[in-house]
């Protein structure tokens, strides 16, 4: 997806909240500010937003000397998604159909954000998202929810490349592999992280965390960005990424960075921003399961 103006606001936003998150004194966050300011005229639209995120986290680092100032919430988001992954099972175990309850959860992980909730009453929640995913998730002949197609690819496909989102939602994404191995019987699934601390994306100790590791393949994408940006990533995740049998594709920044690029991907998540719900031509706040399967030439960075 490219840029859009709408985004621009949206960069310095981020510059900023993160900035303070940091502990940055005023004069730091000017600094911080300043230095994005000046290279947003630079950077082309025909880029995707989390290539400028990675310009964004950059300064942060230099400035603050913090690379991983959302340390604090992705351990807190990682505890309380697993401590309700009992209850998450039990969900999918007594559910009509499981592997779609499995892909509401995995999406739910998406919604939910533990980072600003200090006081976040879990069930009630979830029983909030999986009344909104009732109403939306059920448009099973929408092309913005195209189950039937993920399900005829899990099927299908031997090697399966799950591209990671944020921390804590990883626990979600546990409920879904393991579903899938469970309805689909010896498939290679490789789950990708971050290669270093971007926002609170989820690195391979999260992963680890959560307990994909028991369950799947981890590797790291190469990238320091909130999104799996192709361009930047390394050549032995370009080689896992060009020949998986499917690609599940979790949240929006991956969206972002791949729904351009050159091969099918299934994209799981919730659209929570106006521009992108704008570029999907849905509605804020729809739940997405959408399958891009046009082939184009890849973007350089």
Known sequence: MKTYL????????????????????????K???????????????????????????????????KDDPYAKIKEKSNKLALSIYPMLKKKVVHSHDRLLTAVE??????????????????????????????KAIRREKSSLFDYRSFRAALKRSNTILYLADNAGEVVFDRILIEEIQKTYKDKNIIYAVKEKPVINDA???????????????????????????????SKEFLNIFRRADMVISKGQGNFEALSDYTRPV????????????????????????LYKNKRVKEKAS
């Open 203 to 233: 690195l391979r100790g999260d992963a680890v965390f959560a307990g994909i590791e028991e369950i799947a393949a981890i590797v790291s994408s190469g990238v320091d960005t909130p999104g799996t940006v192709l361009s930047l990533c």
């Open 105 to 134: 959860l995995a999406i739910a992980g998406n919604i939910i954000d533990y980072g600003v909730k200090n006081n976040l009453d879990v069930e009630e929640e979830l029983k909030k998202i999986l009344d909104k995913e009732d």
């Open 31 to 65: 600094k911080i500010l300043d230095e994005v300011a000046r290279a947003i005229p630079r950077f082309p639209l025909l880029y995707s937003p989390p290539q400028m995120a990675r310009v964004i986290y950059g300064a942060i680092e230099r400035f603050t000397g």
């Open 6 to 29: 709408d985004c621009i606001p949206c960069f310095l936003k981020q510059a900023l909240e993160t900035a303070r998150l940091s502990a940055a004194d005023e004069k730091t966050q």
């Open 266 to 289: 299934f994209f799981l998540f919730m659209a929570k921003c106006p521009v992108i719900a704008r570029d999907v031509k849905c509605a804020l706040g729809d739940v997405i399961l």
